[in-house]
């Protein structure tokens, strides 16, 4: 038993991880969270997810609409080390209404501000909601990447089928990933989050602004563009960069299915040029052949029935040899047989 045991733990990943790893993890099958503040929105049973949360937004250009939100207030970022990365992952469904400025993921900063993911898969950033300054150079003292014209671009990415989404901050760039496939890099709107360094100080500020988190809409009170109109089924906060395995393995143990990416083709092979002509000294025109080309499958072809033609003449001759051998040898049988009665 013991030898069964030994062999059989080298199957076992040691790289594995799961939603208990996270930092935040929200799981509407098991209820609503403790301590989560719910406006709006509902617990639903989803065919394919099975109990999620339902949000009925609250409409494009209305302020102060916040009339549909999950928020989760959280003293625990204080002690928190974010400094190795940002996470988190959600699976999404919205509808035919969704707006494309509307929050689905958002990390609370200072008393207004945000770090969000919308509905047009832009991440955007107001990280201490105009109030505070981190002593960032050339960036109106505090970190941000709002939408620059939120009315023009109101379509949303995620559709109206579960998607999993998964961003991941670390030092040098912001990465989205839909489906486990990473989809943008750096995919903020404008603003000075895509500066160098903004990322590290993003991680290394956050346990001081961080305040907690809210699925389907911003904390701040001046968002007029919406809430949240969908369903969200779970989501998670990591202190880390997940890989790109580590997502592709959250993905598929949640009941995502991960296709592959398509086999690429072979590069097509142009068609050579017909040979030149050339004119010999009666202005003829001849087309001027390659000796030393590769034979072509017509060549070959003809090559392989002339080889075929010589070897059935030899077989034929042969047995045209044989035969009159056969006869040679009778005759000569006959005439020793007649002398041999005499």
């Known amino acids: 038993m013991a030898l069964i045991l030994i062999f059989a733990l080298p199957s076992v990943s040691v790289f594995a991880i799961s939603p208990s790893d996270a ?110 300054k981190w002593g960032f150079p050339d960036s109106e003292n505090h ?33 989205l990933y839909k489906n486990a496939k990473q989809i943008d890099v750096d995919p903020w709107a404008n603003g000075n989050f895509g500066v160098e360094g903004a990322t590290d100080i993003m991680m290394k500020i956050m346990p001081e602004y961080a305040t907690g988190v809210t699925l389907g809409a911003y904390k701040c009170d001046w968002w007029r563009f919406g809430d949240f109109k969908g369903s969200i089924s779970s989501a998670a906060l990591y202190n880390k960069a997940l890989t790109e395995e580590e997502i592709k393995e959250l993905f598929v143990s949640s009941g995502g299915v991960y296709e592959e990416p398509p086999a690429t083709e072979a590069p097509t092979v142009p068609a050579t040029d017909p040979p030149a002509t050339e004119v010999d000294d009666n202005n003829n025109a001849e087309s001027a052949v390659d000796e030393t080309a590769a034979p072509t499958s017509a060549d070959k072809a003809g090559d392989e029935n002339g080889n075929n033609n010589a070897l059935m003449i030899i077989l034929i001759a042969a047995g045209v040899a ?18 041999a009665d005499k």
Do not use: C
Request: no cysteine; aromatic share 8%; hydrophobic share 45%.
């Open 23 to 132: 930092f935040v993890n929200i799981d509407f099958s098991k209820g609503i969270p403790d301590g989560m503040e719910v406006i709006g929105g509902e617990l639903v049973n989803d065919d394919a997810k099975g109990q999620v949360m339902s949000f009925p937004g609250s409409g494009k250009n209305k302020v102060n609409g916040r009339n549909s939100k999950a928020a989760l207030v959280m003293e625990s970022f204080a002690s928190s080390d974010f400094t190795a990365g940002i996470s988190w992952t959600v699976w999404v469904k919205g509808t035919a209404d969704t707006h494309g400025m509307e929050p689905i993921f958002t990390i609370d900063l200072a008393r207004q501000g945000y770090l969000s993911l919308l509905a047009d898969l832009t991440v955007t950033l107001n990280a201490t909601g105009n109030e505070a």
């Open 322 to 339: 044989v035969i009159a051998f056969a006869v040679v040898m009778i005759i000569q049988f006959g005439k020793k047989g007649k002398k």
């Open 143 to 175: 970190l941000w990447s709002d939408p620059p014209n939120p009315l023009e671009d109101e379509e949303s990415a995620i559709g109206t089928e579960w998607v999993h989404l998964a961003v991941v901050i670390k030092s040098g760039g912001v990465y």
